[in-house]
């Protein structure tokens, strides 16, 4: 069962949006003669939950979308990323205290790091990682000492 973002990123493509749109409107299905051009599209549909193909015919999936949107709600610190990238960070709550948890899981309890270890190693996941190493240490995830030149993970 696919999540709804996958859903809508297989369509987001205009080529296959247009043949989504022809499965749908073809009653009986669309016969595989018809697509033989698109089998790079086809096969995005088909990996999404949104078409099969049974007899040479191909056919939309119709509760897809109810399914998908069933679901229980994803992972909510899931959804602050996007291909790896953080691309929100939460103004307070238990969303935004998990998300600085995980995030100092990429931080040994044991060690401790300089600044520019701690600015690498966030870089990695977001642009504006000054801002997010300040606001782990004001959420009292990471430490650091009165100089600056040390910081470790709260445990």
């Known amino acids: 069962m696919a999540s709804p973002e996958a859903l809508v990123s297989a369509l987001a493509d205009p080529e296959r949006l247009l043949l989504f749109a022809r499965i749908c409107t073809a009653p009986d299905g ?18 999404a939950g949104l078409v099969t193909v049974a007899e040479d015919r191909y056919h939309v999936v119709p509760g897809v979308f109810r399914e998908a949107l069933a679901k229980p709600p994803a992972d909510p610190i899931e959804s602050l990323f996007s291909r790896g990238r953080l691309i929100a960070i939460p103004r307070a709550g238990e969303v935004r205290q998990a998300l600085f948890m995980k995030l100092a899981e990429r931080f040994d309890a044991e060690s401790t790091y300089s600044e520019k270890d701690i600015s690498e190693k966030l870089a990695q996941v977001y642009d504006d ?23 470790w993970r709260a445990n």
């Open 30 to 47: 669309l016969p595989a003669a018809d697509v033989r051009r698109s089998a790079k599209a086809l096969k995005r549909l088909i990996s």
């Open 129 to 151: 990682h000054v801002t997010l190493r300040r606001y782990m240490i004001d959420d009292g995830i990471l430490r650091r000492d009165a100089d600056g030149s040390e910081y």
